[in-house]
C-alpha cells in the first residue's frame, strides 16, 4: 500500500509565508515521491496554492486537503464551507473529526460522521480522525473509544468505507511532544484495522495513519509498523527540512 503523509498547517498560514514554504518545498519534491503527499491547508489560501501549483510543477504531485467541511451540503449555515465548494478547487481529501474540532467546537461522533458522507458524496477522501485523551489512556478505554469514533463513520458510510482514510491522533500526544511508542501506536492501529475489515470487505484498501506528533526522528519507527501507512503532520509540516524528511521515510 502507498504511503500517505498529510500535512495539517492547522491555523498558520500568511501569503507571505505559504510562497516561502511552498517554494522551498517544490525543491524538495523534485525527486517526486514515491508516496502520496497532501498538504491541507486553511480554506482562504486554496486559490493561492492552485495558482503556486501551476508555476511550480514539483507541486503537481502535491494534492490539496481541507481542515474541515461541512456537513450540509448547502444552504443557511453562516461561515461553514460545503464538499461542493472544496470541490471547486480540487481538493482531494478533507479533515473530519479532528481532536481540536471536537474539543473546542464540540463535535460529536454523529457529525463527524455527516461530515465523512458529505465529503465522499463529492468524491472527496475524507481522513477520518480518532482517539482518546489522557484520562480514557489511563482508564483503559482507549479501544473503546476510538472504535466508538469509527463505528459512526462506518455506520453512515457503510457503502464506501473502504473511500475514507483513518487518523490514529492519541489527543494526549498532539502538539505536547509525546508520542505513543511504535508498538503502542501499532496495537491500535491493528484495531481499527480489524475493525475495518469486519466491516468492507475492501478495508484492505484504507489507509490508516498516525496523527500523533509524528516527525523527522520518530517517522521511520513508526512507518516501519505494519499497519501504520503514514502521517497526518501538524507541527512538522511547517518545516520544510523535517517535512521532506518524513516524506522521505515514507518512500523508503
Keep these: 500500500m502507498t504511503a500517505l503523509i498529510a500535512a495539517n498547517w492547522k491555523m498558520n498560514a500568511s501569503l507571505a509565508a505559504n510562497e516561502a514554504l511552498l517554494g522551498a518545498l517544490a525543491v524538495?519534491?523534485?525527486?517526486?515521491?514515491?508516496?502520496?503527499?497532501?498538504?491541507?491547508?486553511?480554506?482562504?489560501?486554496?486559490?493561492?496554492?492552485?495558482?503556486?501549483?501551476?508555476?511550480?510543477?514539483?507541486?503537481?504531485?502535491?494534492?490539496?486537503?481541507?481542515?474541515?467541511?461541512?456537513?450540509?451540503?448547502?444552504?443557511?449555515?453562516?461561515?461553514?464551507?460545503?464538499?461542493?465548494?472544496?470541490?471547486?478547487?480540487?481538493?482531494?481529501?478533507?479533515?473530519?473529526?479532528?481532536?481540536?474540532?471536537?474539543?473546542?467546537?464540540?463535535?460529536?461522533?454523529?457529525?463527524?460522521?455527516?461530515?465523512a458522507q458529505q465529503a465522499l458524496a463529492q468524491g472527496i477522501t475524507p481522513i477520518v480522525c480518532v482517539g482518546e485523551t489522557l484520562a480514557e489512556r489511563d482508564a483503559g478505554r482507549t479501544t473503546e473509544v476510538v472504535k466508538r469514533q469509527l463505528a459512526a463513520v462506518i455506520q453512515a458510510n457503510g457503502h464506501c468505507i473502504s473511500e475514507i482514510v483513518v487518523a490514529y491522533e492519541p489527543v494526549w500526544a498532539i502538539g505536547t511532544g509525546k508520542t505513543a511508542s511504535p508498538q503502542d501506536a501499532q496495537a491500535v492501529h491493528a484495531v481499527l484495522r480489524a475493525q475495518l475489515a469486519a466491516a468492507s470487505a475492501n478495508a484492505s484498501r484504507v489507509k490508516i495513519i498516525y496523527g500523533g506528533s509524528m516527525n523527522a526522528s520518530n517517522a521511520a519507527m513508526l512507518l516501519a509498523q505494519p499497519d501504520i501507512d503514514g502521517g497526518l503532520i501538524g507541527g512538522a509540516s511547517l518545516k520544510v527540512a523535517d517535512f521532506l524528511s518524513i516524506v522521505s521515510a515514507a518512500c523508503a
Design 28 to 115: 524538495g519534491m523534485a525527486f517526486r515521491p514515491a508516496c502520496d503527499v497532501a498538504l491541507c491547508i486553511p480554506a482562504p489560501y486554496m486559490a493561492q496554492f492552485a495558482a503556486l501549483v501551476s508555476r511550480l510543477p514539483a507541486l503537481t504531485c502535491v494534492a490539496l486537503g481541507a481542515q474541515d467541511v461541512s456537513s450540509q451540503p448547502s444552504g443557511a449555515f453562516t461561515g461553514e464551507v460545503s464538499a461542493a465548494m472544496l470541490k471547486d478547487f480540487a481538493c482531494r481529501y478533507a479533515i473530519v473529526g479532528h481532536s481540536e474540532r471536537r474539543l473546542h467546537h464540540g463535535e460529536t461522533d454523529a457529525l463527524v460522521a455527516a461530515k
